[in-house]
């Protein structure tokens, strides 16, 4: 009997062309795949065992954002799990208007980088726990990092990137987030450029690194295969949750199998 | 996972959830709606002693939530006085309580709680990580209507500190977080309780409490 560590499904938000929300799926950000609605996704994992959501705005457009709340609200409306809502807040706002919709938590990544003060001013106005900070994270090997790790025999550090990867920003991932978590930060949202959509298993070097640094409960993300990627991040690297996209949208594994692996390796999970 | 029970067409009872300034009410909302609850967000006083029931939400810190609920006071003690059902909700709960620990910590004087089951709110310090934030298992202790057909679930929880009261007969269900704490309790005469866990968020198990309480309601 204890906490139970966290399945999360990641929905991915975006508008079809008649301007109605959809959830698309690719790998690498390329090949997308139509996969549902997210509403009736939501559902459907809910039914499934789903400990929480995470919802992603990826349109970066106003109307994007007027409809992710919509889906917000009709997801809250029916589903009552928690619900952690990102892409494009950058003000207390946005958090504010998220939070409204139903949204428990909001993840912030770019909005936070550029101004940190965010975190201070979201964490003091709607409380730590609402505020997960989003990291989208690249290994490098060069000289400018500030932490190292060892990741097959060469010197590793992990840069803050932004715009999916596109775009360094010469941030030292695990200074952001202890500097996140001083702020207010409530929960910590790992991800990984280098595992994106590879399905060969989640960042442990990077989870596990950022896990020793941070007290506040660390989401790990980017790179799940299956089950046994699932077992590992939380045997191995610590986390406290695993999200996963693609491995539930195309039924590979559904979360009740997911669970049922994870329960009977002794890994505490809510069946 | 059983199917989301579809709402009831005939309102069971009515609830005033407590509007003091603090958090999404959305979802409590339609949690207690879903239930079979008639419900009404207000911080109007003559509405908590119409209703069947009032809940006291609540996130953020013990003192702001504290502050922010002070000129109602007098009034959530009288609807406690009444014998109408008082269903405190996370921080809703610990303010049933005396004070807390968070209090103290700002460098300022303990701030009173409603004193509704007397005992004081402590802050997690044995090495956890802080908050207990996710699903942890409800054993039950002792009998309540709130946790009727309940033993052994799991609810959503995200919270620092954690209700002590002074009689250990409140505690109506605890918690393992490597400590175990009270995570259900309740006032001698029944009527006063709450959950430090969000039912509105706590899925099956958060609606059947919910119903639960819609029932206590509906039979005041």
């Known amino acids: 009997m204890a906490l139970t560590k966290r399945i999360i499904p990641c929905i991915d938000v975006d508008l079809d062309e008649d301007g109605n929300p959809a959830v698309y799926t690719g790998v690498n950000f390329e090949d997308l795949k139509y996969t549902g609605d997210p509403v009736e996704m939501a559902k459907a994992y809910n ?9 992603l705005d990826i349109t970066a457009s106003a109307e994007g954002r007027e409809t992710m709340l919509d889906v917000v609200r009709d997801v809250a409306d029916e589903v ?14 946005d958090i504010k208007e998220t939070l409204r919709a139903g949204a428990d938590k909001v993840s912030i990544t770019t909005g936070a980088l550029e101004r940190p003060e965010l975190v201070n001013e979201g964490a003091s106005a709607f409380g730590s726990q609402c505020i997960v900070i989003s990291v989208d994270a690249r290994r490098r090997f060069d000289e400018e990092g500030e932490h190292y790790v060892e990741i097959d025999g060469e010197s590793c550090w992990f840069e803050c990137t932004k715009k999916g990867g596109r775009e360094g920003t010469g941030i030292d991932v695990l200074e952001w987030a202890a500097e996140a978590e001083s702020r207010g930060a409530g929960e910590l949202f790992v991800n990984s450029i280098d595992k994106d959509g590879t399905k060969d298993g989640y960042d442990l070097p990077l989870t596990e690194a950022v896990c020793d640094v ?12 299956g089950p046994e990627d699932m077992y590992d991040v939380f045997t191995e690297a610590g986390a406290d949750a695993g999200l996963a996209a693609s491995i539930f949208h195309f039924d590979e594994y559904s979360i009740a199998e997911t669970k049922e692996y994870l329960d009977e390796r002794g890994v505490p999970v809510r069946l | 996972m059983s199917t989301v029970p579809s709402e009831p067409t ?18 409590v909302t339609r949690g207690l709606e879903r ?11 003559a509405a908590f002693e119409a209703a069947d029931g009032v809940v006291l939400p609540g996130v953020g810190a013990f003192r702001e939530g504290v502050e922010n609920a002070d000129p109602l006071r ?3 003690l009288a609807v ?17 309580l005396t004070t807390s620990e968070e209090g103290e910590n700002d460098g300022e004087s303990a701030v009173r709680g409603l004193d509704l089951i007397p005992g004081t709110n402590v802050r997690f310090d044995d090495g956890q990580k802080v908050p207990h934030m996710g699903w942890n298992q409800l054993e039950v202790e002792r009998e309540h209507p709130l946790v009727e057909g309940i033993d052994g679930e799991h609810a959503y929880f995200v919270h620092s500190y954690y209700a002590v ?11 393992d977080y490597e400590r175990e704490f009270p995570s259900i309790v309740a006032n001698e005469e029944g009527n006063v309780f709450g959950t430090q866990f969000h039912p509105e968020k706590s899925g099956e198990t958060g609606l059947r409490i919910l119903r639960n309480f819609v029932e206590i309601c509906a039979d005041e």
């Open chain 2, 74 to 76: 007098e009034d959530l």
């Open chain 1, 214 to 225: 941070v007290d506040t409960p660390v989401i790990a993300s980017s790179g799940c295969g």
């Open chain 2, 80 to 96: 406690a006085e009444s014998d109408t059902p008082l269903f405190g909700i996370c921080l809703g709960m610990q303010m049933l």
């Open chain 2, 165 to 175: 009261p002074d009689d250990g007969d409140a505690v109506v269900a605890t918690t």
């Open chain 1, 47 to 55: 039914e499934s065992g789903a400990d929480e959501f995470v919802f």
């Open chain 2, 35 to 45: 239930a079979g609850a008639d419900v009404e967000i207000t911080d109007d006083p």
């Open chain 2, 10 to 27: 005939q309102s069971l009872a009515s609830v005033v959830v407590v509007d003091y300034g603090l958090g999404n009410l959305r979802s």
């Open chain 1, 80 to 93: 009552f799990i928690p619900l952690t809502v990102g892409g494009g807040i950058r003000s207390t706002d």
